[in-house]
């Protein structure tokens, strides 16, 4: 579990817990439990109703008082106070990071205590609130004339320090590698990562978790460890953005401002997405390969299956990977065939899209896989629903007239890949486009309206595979034009909407799928037949690819991903007008 940090005998944070965690919290001497996350915050977070019943178990009293990322209340204070008062110490209070919980408890406590004093307090507990401290000194002066607790302040914009050269919001593979790309073109450069995870992960690596060829441990490393040196990690997670004062809003308030931001945060994993589905997750013969605590399950379950139903659902596009519901199945098979039991299994295929694969020159090999494990392929076939105890399925099939109906499949195991959507805080923002993500111009990946900010990875609306090969190739091109945006110049480097998919058709074999914007095939070692399965692409999956990202890739070492570049005549290039420069904070376009 992640560090608890102690502010008073009473009273210590952390970041959010799980419900195994509490147990060993129990253990420690703690009493009670308060939680300041409203559920749903994001996809890997328990319920309330969930800990509070794992709290239950473990002799702990729980609370949970939720407080929403960015808008800490007056009310919200009254309300952590009085749950304070009521429960037995020493306490523990959680929220996604511990800032939230740390927010909270200083301003319970700026009526009586200064300002420095909380701060101080504070900072050795590893949150930096200096942001808060107007507040503070607000709350502190009030009651000072008052002579009165309870006065209400209300909230207000605070200021900022002086701004970053560039704020990167995401710690994933693209917005490490993006920080690591300008770093090593202008090392002078300010840079805060906000990220509130402390893991970072090798998410392509899961497909040969969940296929029993690597251990989960390779996939993961800690997020200092991969932080680029010289960049102030921000362990927060943003809340809003507001491009019109140059600031994102982190959700304990405080405020970020910069000179060019760069937006980062991935795609949003919708396991409420699926009826009962988030419930039996990694029980009852349900896995996916989408989570690292998963990938393990669906190697066992693999491993457990000797006949029965296999399903494997894919949900409508866009998703992260969109080969990785196949590469399960396929690997699986490829195990049946090996043991001896894939004559007992019926397989089946349950994709929302109408086609196995969007890049029609990689279906024949891949539908000669299909042929040959004797899979069952539904198309149109949408996962709505799932009942693990009762090992039930509902997909809604529309059929070739576009009416639909609702079809029931048993299971002995299923592997779900989650519906996906942009993040919440990005969809609710002035930056999202109509779908909800982040609006860049497919070339240049600078945001549409504000000419400062630029979006890569699984987040902006780019029409590639969001793979992280792209962001591989997408991170030169836009550390190249955050550096010609600060420097006053318009945007000159090219993303030719590269992406790619290793498609693991059996235990050895991969069909080595890399392609651009409109499908076009974007090979990149000569001496790989890309549409044939390969041995050699097998080898770059499973010996190359892991330190050609941890080592290359995310440490600025733009291995064959040197961006395009404009001429400098201005129409030279179809793509020229979307790159005029505007002032920061600017709307680029009325
Ligand atoms: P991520 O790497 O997911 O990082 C996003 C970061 O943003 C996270 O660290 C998150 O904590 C942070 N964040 C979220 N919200 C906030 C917030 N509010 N404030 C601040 N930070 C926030 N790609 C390939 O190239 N090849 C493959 O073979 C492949 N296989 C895959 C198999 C599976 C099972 C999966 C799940 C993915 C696979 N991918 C593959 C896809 C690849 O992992 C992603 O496309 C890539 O990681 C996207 O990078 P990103 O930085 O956009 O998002």
């Known amino acids: 579990m992640d560090k608890i940090s102690r502010l008073t005998p009473f009273l210590s944070v952390s970041p959010q817990v799980t419900e195994t965690d509490l147990g060993i919290i129990a253990a420690q001497g703690f009493k009670s439990i308060i939680s300041n996350r409203p559920d749903g915050e994001s996809e890997d977070q328990p319920s309330a109703a969930d800990l509070a019943a794992a709290a239950e178990r473990n002799g702990l009293d729980f609370r949970h008082v939720p407080v929403v990322s960015g808008k800490v209340t007056d009310h919200d204070v009254g309300d952590f106070t009085a749950a304070l008062s009521e429960m037995r110490g020493p306490a523990l209070a959680f929220c996604r990071t511990g800032a939230r919980s740390c927010t909270l408890w200083a301003l319970s406590e700026a009526h009586h205590l200064d300002p420095d004093a909380i701060l101080s307090t504070t900072a050795a507990a590893g949150y930096e609130l200096d942001a808060l401290r107007p507040r503070l000194e607000t709350r502190w002066r009030t009651e000072q004339i008052a002579g009165a607790s309870g006065t209400v302040v209300p909230m207000q914009r605070m200021p900022t320090v002086a701004p970053y050269d560039v704020v990167v919001v995401g710690g994933g593979s693209a917005g490490i590698a993006t920080a690591s790309s300008l770093l090593r073109r202008r090392p002078s450069l300010s840079i805060a990562i906000v990220e509130p995870r402390d893991r970072h992960y090798y998410q392509p690596g899961w497909t040969l978790v969940g296929g029993g060829v690597f251990d989960r441990a390779k996939t993961e490393r800690a997020m200092a460890d991969v932080m680029p040196e010289g960049v102030r990690w921000i362990r927060a997670a943003v809340a809003g953005f507001e491009p019109e ?22 795609i949003k994993l919708d ?21 690292f605590e998963m990938a393990p399950y669906t190697w066992e ?6 006949g029965g139903q296999a399903l494997f659902t894919q949900p409508p596009m866009p998703i992260k990977c969109a080969g990785a519901p196949q590469k399960a199945m396929y690997l699986a098979c490829d195990h049946w065939r090996r043991s001896g039991v894939l004559g007992d299994i019926d397989v089946s295929f349950n994709t929302a899209t109408p086609v196995l694969f969007g890049v029609k020159d990689f279906v024949p090999s891949l539908m000669a896989y299909v042929e040959r494990y004797g899979i069952e392929l539904c198309v149109n076939a949408n996962l709505k629903a799932i009942d693990g105890p009762a090992r039930k399925a509902w997909f809604t099939v529309k059929d070739a007239d576009g009416a639909i109906e609702t079809v029931e499949k048993s299971f002995d195991m299923i592997h779900v890949c989650p519906p996906q959507t942009a993040p919440d805080f990005v969809r609710r923002s002035p930056l999202a486009d109509k779908a909800g993500w982040i609006e860049v111009s497919p070339e240049t990946l600078q945001h549409v309206r504000y000419g400062n900010i630029f979006g890569l990875g699984d987040a902006c609306s780019a029409p590639n595979a969001k793979t992280a090969a792209a962001a591989r190739k997408q991170a030169p091109v836009v550390a190249e034009n955050v550096l010609s945006v600060l420097d006053a110049q318009g945007p000159r480097a090219i993303y030719d909407g590269y992406g790619s998919c290793p ?73 020229q007008e979307a790159c005029d420069y505007t002032e920061p904070g600017k709307a680029k376009r009325a």
């Open 245 to 266: 004062h140059n600031e994102v809003v982190l959700e304990d308030g405080e405020r970020l401002a910069y000179r060019t931001l760069v937006a980062a945060p991935g």
């Open 271 to 291: 396991w409420t997405g699926v009826e009962g589905l988030k419930e039996t997750l990694g029980r009852n013969g349900v896995t996916s390969n989408y989570l």
């Open 503 to 575: 498609l693991t058709v059996e235990r050895g074999k991969i069909v080595l799928a890399e392609f651009g914007y409109g499908g076009k095939l974007l090979p990149t070692f000569p001496f790989i037949n890309a549409k044939k399965p390969s041995r050699l692409a097998w080898l770059l999956k499973e010996k190359l690819l892991p330190p050609i990202y941890w080592d290359l890739m995310l440490r600025g070492h733009e291995w064959l991903a040197a961006p395009e570049r404009l001429p400098h005549e201005p129409g030279a290039h179809a793509a």
């Open 301 to 306: 379950l693999v491993q457990a299956t000797r």
